[in-house]
């Protein structure tokens, strides 16, 4: 099947590691151009190099950029418009998780947690949301996870922020379907990826090898299909999702998580 991606501009926020890098990845494999940022130089300059290496510099811009500050989100945006001259899909998927439960966060922590899953969705949406209208039809995807759905007691703000941003995603694709910019949700369960290789670097998993750590996790949480995702079985989910052959979803969600969510 033809996705539609040749030629077009794919934006992908937290582009530089795991789920984001090998959606940038495939995006240039179907033929479209790809803008990236992250917060770390070195990451994104790696991913940046990787990507031009084999799918050609010029169609690969990588930009630093915490998608918190909407000043540097802004000269992101420009950055793109200066190179591609326009933004036909917009990947909202920078971020991380926070783990700790009722009795250990405090306001702070869940400030910080509600700030990144808003506005690490807001912030990008706000600053392409014109380009994206001019390239209509165009698309935008947010990375969400299952605790959407499914809250984790160790994971309380985190699933909150992330039941409010699904909310928040339906309101967008209402709000921007008739402009021709169609919006979808991915929600990923467990899948292997930067944060949990610095996790299992960190200590976690007590000394068990990667492998035998995530066989363990797959087990503990219930995963019918027995293993943690690979970062292209996200990917590739988002980049259909964000094309053209998805062309008539829009406020929907697909869960990403090997059978996890026990819902109909
Ligand atoms: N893997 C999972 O099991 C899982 C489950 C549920 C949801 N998710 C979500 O999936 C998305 C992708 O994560 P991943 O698993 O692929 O982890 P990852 O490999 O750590 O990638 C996260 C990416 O986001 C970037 N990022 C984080 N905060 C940022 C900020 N404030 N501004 C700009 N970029 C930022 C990171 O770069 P810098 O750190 O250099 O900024 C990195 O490029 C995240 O939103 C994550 O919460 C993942």
Redesign the pocket.
Same mark, same amino acid.
């Given at each position: 099947m033809d996705l539609g991606l040749s030629g077009k501009v794919a934006v992908v926020?937290? *582009?530089?590691? /795991?789920? *984001?890098?090998a959606a940038a990845r495939i995006f240039l494999e179907e033929g479209a151009s790809v803008a990236i940022? *992250?917060?770390?130089e070195d990451?994104?300059s790696g991913a940046e190099r990787r990507l031009g290496d084999a799918h050609g510099a010029d169609r690969v811009l990588a930009a630093a950029?915490?998608?918190?500050e909407p000043g540097r989100v802004a000269a992101f945006r420009d950055r793109v418009a200066e190179r591609f001259g326009r933004a036909d899909i917009l990947i909202a998927? #920078? /971020?991380?998780?926070r783990r700790g439960g009722l009795a250990d966060l405090g306001d702070d922590e869940w400030r910080a947690e509600l700030d990144?899953k808003f506005f690490?969705v807001l912030n990008p949406v706000r600053a392409f949301l014109k380009p994206l209208e001019d390239a209509a039809p165009s698309a935008i995807v947010c990375?969400? #996870?299952?605790?959407a759905r499914r809250p984790e007691p160790w994971l309380a703000a985190t699933s909150a922020a992330r039941a409010g941003a699904l909310n928040l995603a339906k309101t967008m694709s209402r709000d921007f379907a008739p402009r021709g910019i169609r919006v979808n949700s991915i929600l990923?369960?467990?899948?292997?990826? /930067?944060?949990?290789n610095?996790r299992h670097a960190g200590g976690e998993g007590g000394g068990k090898s990667k492998q035998a750590w995530f066989a363990e996790l797959a087990r503990e949480r219930g995963i019918p299909l027995g293993r943690?995702?690979e970062?292209d079985e #996200?990917a590739r989910v988002m980049v259909f999702l964000a094309s053209p052959a998805a062309s008539y979803l829009t406020g929907e969600t697909i869960e990403v998580a090997g059978g996890q969510g026990h819902h109909v």
């Open positions: 926020t937290g *582009g530089s590691s /795991g789920i *984001g890098l940022c *992250g917060r770390s990451r994104l950029c915490d998608v918190l998927n #920078a /971020g991380q998780a990144l690490s990375t969400n #996870a299952l605790l990923i369960g467990l899948v292997d990826s /930067g944060q949990w610095r943690l995702g970062a #996200a």
